[in-house]
């Protein structure tokens, strides 16, 4: 069982950065993502981290989000820079592919003009 918690969320101005992170035991040994879910909208995809650190970010997301592991802290982060609106959110981080019992609180982000 794996229990995951995100952190890091909050009020961003458009255009700044956030990192938002995410902890748990056994995130070391599996592949990781952050998936978000915007209002009125369906949760989707945003990247993807492997055991071995190899990345993936959904195309529209490229050049901005980057995701990272620190393998010392069983932690894995979700770099956003260049913020828009269109990035507020509920963040969560899952497995990959995500298990329905691994869902958790998520950390909101609400970005500000």
């Known amino acids: 069982q794996v229990q995951l918690v995100e952190s890091g969320g909050g009020l961003v101005q458009a255009g700044g950065s956030m990192r938002l992170s995410c902890a748990g035991s056994g995130i070391n040994s599996r592949a990781m993502a952050w998936y978000r879910q915007a209002p009125g909208k369906q949760r989707e995809f945003v990247a993807r981290?492997?055991?071995?650190?190899?990345?993936s970010v959904a195309n529209d997301l490229r050049g901005r989000f980057t995701i990272a592991r620190d393998y010392a802290k069983n932690t894995v982060h979700l770099q956003i820079n260049k913020v828009k609106f269109e990035d507020t959110g509920v963040y969560y981080c899952?497995?990959?592919?995500?298990?329905?019992?691994?869902w958790g609180q998520g950390t909101q982000v609400t970005v500000s003009s």
């Open positions: 899952n497995t990959n592919p995500p298990q329905s019992n691994y």
């Open positions: 981290i492997s055991i071995t650190g190899v990345t």
